[in-house]
């Protein structure tokens, strides 16, 4: 059962630029996470967001979560080629269970 | 080094014939999962486990098995694997779960069952 929807299917951008990528899910949540998986390579994870939480940042990350609208965006500053990659949210529900559930991803293509 | 190491990396196998993937986590993690990748359905989960001796279907079981008898260990079994299997499988860990904790990838198996 698919969770999040991840917006757009892909993206390509010029080394520099920000790169921004969202997710809309569909019940309420626990959490929600950002993974990064490089082409056929495990997946990375990359940051958590509480439902508690609005705005989190690690590093070029920043990712912001709105409950009321059911969404998050991933905004990486700043891209670099090495950026290239699927993105993926997923989130967990709030009625317990410790399941992630993950979106289809964002292909994101950073030119050099 | 922290990971989740699964083997083999690749895998071509015939119709019925059993296998095993093995997954082994060296951070004393609770919470393992087995999913598998498909194109254009993302990312499902097949089994997942809480603890020693504690699994439970995910989304996708059918022709799946798993055991959970060491906290470290959690192989996928496939008793007698048919082509609708071959996919990219992926194990993951977590300390306690998705509700508080990221989870730890393997690097993949690549499954092809022809």
């Known amino acids: 059962s698919q969770q999040g929807e991840e917006d757009p299917q892909a993206l390509s951008i010029q080394e520099g630029e920000n790169a921004t990528m969202n997710c809309s899910y569909k019940t309420s949540i626990n959490n929600l996470q950002w993974y990064r998986q490089n082409s056929g390579r495990g997946l990375v994870h990359l940051i958590l967001i509480r439902s508690n939480e609005r705005e989190k940042h690690s590093g070029r990350l920043r990712v912001t979560l709105d409950t009321s609208k059911k969404s998050s965006s991933l905004l990486i500053t700043a891209s670099r080629a090495a950026d290239t990659a699927s993105y993926f949210c997923a989130t967990t529900s709030r009625r317990g269970s410790e399941k992630l559930v993950f979106g289809k991803g964002t292909k994101l293509t950073v030119n050099p | 080094e922290a990971q989740v190491t699964q083997n083999p990396r690749y895998l071509i196998t015939v119709t019925g014939k059993k296998l095993t993937v093995t997954c082994s986590q060296n951070m004393n993690h609770e919470y393992m999962s087995w999913y598998r990748q498909d194109p254009g359905l993302g990312l499902r989960q097949i089994y997942y486990?809480?603890?020693?001796?504690?699994?439970d279907k995910g989304d996708v079981p059918e022709g799946y098995k798993v055991s959970r008898k060491e906290k470290r260990n959690f192989p996928l079994i496939l008793e007698s694997p048919s082509p609708n299997q071959t996919s990219l499988y992926f194990c993951a860990s977590s300390l306690s779960g998705g509700r508080n904790y990221g989870y730890t990838f393997g690097s993949g198996t690549r499954l092809t069952v022809v």
């Open positions: 486990s809480m603890n020693v001796e504690v699994t």
